[in-house]
């Protein structure tokens, strides 16, 4: 079986899971990626994109505003994977735009009645993407290849929504990189409490799913940069080198 056909299987079989230990309300973004995936089959590239996917958090203590309701966090990707080599670590995705959105509400009262304010939060992980010759140095800040950072365009889109909040550019914190399977892994491992996945996660069929997805991004990721300290047991490909992964080596 091709690559994109068992990436495509697997999303729809996710889908499957979520559904059987209700933990998503609507299915169908992850079930359209996987028919997706499957139906653009080829030699040595698999893609799809992941329409927006809401799942309900559970209330956490620290939430501001403390009185915040029906908080809902979202998932959207779009991704593009290359086969993997035995014989050098390469980038295991061409392209990947990886966005998670944080949305609630709070209730007001003021003189003139209630007011109900809506409130929104985002977090994105991206692949670095340079220009043709240009040079990863030049950047201001450091900034890893694959980086998680808060805020971001869609926040940016909100203009001066925030009240008296300071959101600074974050810092690009280094992170492997995640398709759909362990980006809604990461959602339900933050923002659902154990109790509540505690069957999913361990369902034989999550796990391999999870698994496949680790073993297709997350291996080369962190064999490059351990390739850093054991280089003779690894050959990486120069825009897949442990310094384009982590520019903090010293």
Known sequence: MSESKTIGFDLIKLAELLRKYRLCKDTTPL???GQSCISKSNG???LYNLDKIVFTADYA???IPGKTEEV?????LSICGVLSSQDILRNPLEKLEF??????YVVKENEEGVIIDELFAAWHLDRHITSEGADDGITKFSHPLYHLA????RMEAKGNAFGISLIMPAPRLLYPPM???LGIDFLLQNYVEQKNIAKLVIDPDYVRIMKNSQERLWRPFFC????HWNSQHFTTSPDFSPLKLLPLYY
Do not use: K, P, T
Not at 99 to 104: A, K, R, T, Y
Not at 150 to 153: D, K, S, V
Not at 224 to 227: E, G, L, P, T, V
């Open 61 to 63: 203590s620290g939430c």
């Open 224 to 227: 490059s940069i351990y390739s």
């Open 44 to 46: 040595d590239r698999w």
């Open 150 to 153: 808060y805020g971001g365009y």
């Open 179 to 181: 398709d759909a399977a």
């Open 99 to 104: 966005n998670f959105e944080i949305e609630g």
């Open 31 to 33: 079930n359209n990626a």
């Open 72 to 76: 809902q966090v979202s998932l959207s």
